[in-house]
């Protein structure tokens, strides 16, 4: 059994711990700069972003159909990875091959250089 001198003084140490104590933040709070710092500490946010899909090439797309559309005639062409791993290779760039791709089949043709031939769009 402790002594009337060391409960008062265990006492007085969680008085102490409880005025330190934080209460933990709400929605409304501000976020502390701790949790900014160890949040831009993570070597998982040093990560480079992904690189944009018609800059990869064929061999490292993990889609199996791969579409491209042309912003003057809104015309679509899709062909399967393997398809174009076939006729192109797995080193070929896909904007050259979706580019290529448009050419072959375009119908906006004008003569002048500047305006010939298809738009790629590769946002879908």
């Known amino acids: 059994m402790p002594t009337?001198?060391?409960m008062d003084k265990?006492?007085?140490e969680v008085a102490?711990?409880?005025d330190r104590a934080t209460p933990d933040p709400g929605p409304s709070d501000p976020i502390p700069d701790a949790l900014w710092d160890a949040a831009l500490a993570d070597p998982r946010t040093a990560g480079k972003p992904a690189q944009a899909i018609q800059q990869c090439?064929?061999?490292d797309i993990q889609r199996h159909l791969l579409r491209v559309e042309c912003?003057?005639?809104t015309r679509i062409v899709e062909i399967q990875k393997t398809d174009a791993v076939r006729l192109y290779g797995q080193q070929a760039i896909w904007k050259d091959?979706?580019?290529?791709?448009l050419d072959d089949t375009c119908i906006n043709r004008t003569g002048?250089?500047?305006e010939d031939g298809c738009w790629p769009d590769w946002r879908s």
């Not at 091959?97 to 791709?101: E, P």
């Open 4 to 6: 009337p001198k060391q």
């Open 10 to 12: 265990l006492a007085r």
């Open 16 to 18: 102490l711990r409880r």
């Open 57 to 59: 090439r064929l061999a």
């Open 71 to 73: 912003q003057r005639c």
């Open 97 to 101: 091959v979706g580019q290529r791709l």
């Open 112 to 114: 002048r250089l500047e």
